[in-house]
């Protein structure tokens, strides 16, 4: 169990540029988050998948904004026209949890991607 | 709508005093609270939950919160905190969605700083 692995670490980019992260979550863990920090902030929830299957999308998800998990495996997110709002640290977290979800699941958060838009 | 206030940003301490991080939280429904640390460079790690039953919780590293219903509290407490406790430590609480599954919402953290 190597935990949940977020590359790259740090992303600089001018604004205007696509960019795009990945995360490799714990090995069969079904289930997968990608949450936003902002400096002075909590994180904040974007999105989540069961699976391959893309549940929810929070509203801070515009449309410039995609998130992938063709295999149900790995998840890439991707930021199209970066503006220098989209600066924030973008966590992974994924959990083993199956069927309805319960107060009980237990997330396992990666390290982060630090975006900085120029 | 469920949220969580932590109004203390920044809680310096020295070495071995006791140490409590407040948190309010503001819901109509029954609430699941965490609280989660984030030390440098790392991702965050559930320290301790409250789902139901006993209001006070017992979590990793020496830490414990309790649940306040009349008070919407969950303070997270430590009798002696050592330096490697420093960290930012975040608030949660659980929200129920439609599709079956809970989103947590955070609050902005308050950031413990240990010194000897």
């Known amino acids: 169990d190597t935990g949940v692995s977020q590359n790259p670490r740090h992303k600089i980019t001018k604004r205007g540029q696509n960019v795009t992260f990945r995360c490799d979550p714990i090995?069969?863990?079904?289930?997968l988050y990608w949450y936003r920090q902002t400096l002075g902030q909590g994180p904040e929830f974007l999105t989540y998948?069961?699976?391959?299957?893309?549940?929810?999308k929070s509203r801070l998800l515009s449309d410039r904004f995609s998130a992938e998990r063709p295999k149900g495996s790995f998840s890439t997110l991707e930021i199209q026209r970066t503006e220098q709002g989209d600066s924030a640290m973008y966590l992974c977290?994924?959990?083993?949890?199956?069927?309805?979800?319960?107060?009980?699941?237990?997330?396992?958060f990666g390290s982060g991607t630090q975006l900085s838009v120029l | 709508a469920q949220s969580v206030t932590q109004l203390d940003s920044q809680v310096p301490v020295f070495e071995e005093a006791p140490v409590e991080l407040r948190c309010n939280y503001s819901?109509?429904?029954?609430?699941?609270l965490f609280w989660y640390v984030q030390y440098p460079n790392q991702g965050l790690q559930l320290l301790l939950k409250?789902?139901?039953?006993?209001?006070l919780v017992k979590g990793i590293n020496g830490f414990e919160a309790e649940f306040n219903k009349s008070q919407t509290s969950f303070h997270l407490r430590k009798p002696s905190v050592h330096i490697s406790d420093t960290a930012e430590y975040f608030c949660?609480?659980?929200?129920?969605?439609?599709?079956?599954?809970?989103?947590?919402?955070f609050g902005t953290g308050t950031r413990l700083l240990v010194s000897p």
């Open positions: 409250y789902l139901s039953g006993s209001t």
């Open positions: 819901s109509s429904v029954s609430v699941y």
């Open positions: 998948f069961q699976n391959e299957a893309q549940l929810e």
């Open positions: 977290a994924s959990s083993p949890r199956v069927g309805t979800g319960s107060a009980d699941e237990k997330l396992f």
């Open positions: 949660a609480v659980s929200v129920h969605l439609n599709t079956g599954f809970q989103k947590l919402v």
């Open positions: 090995s069969e863990h079904n289930r």
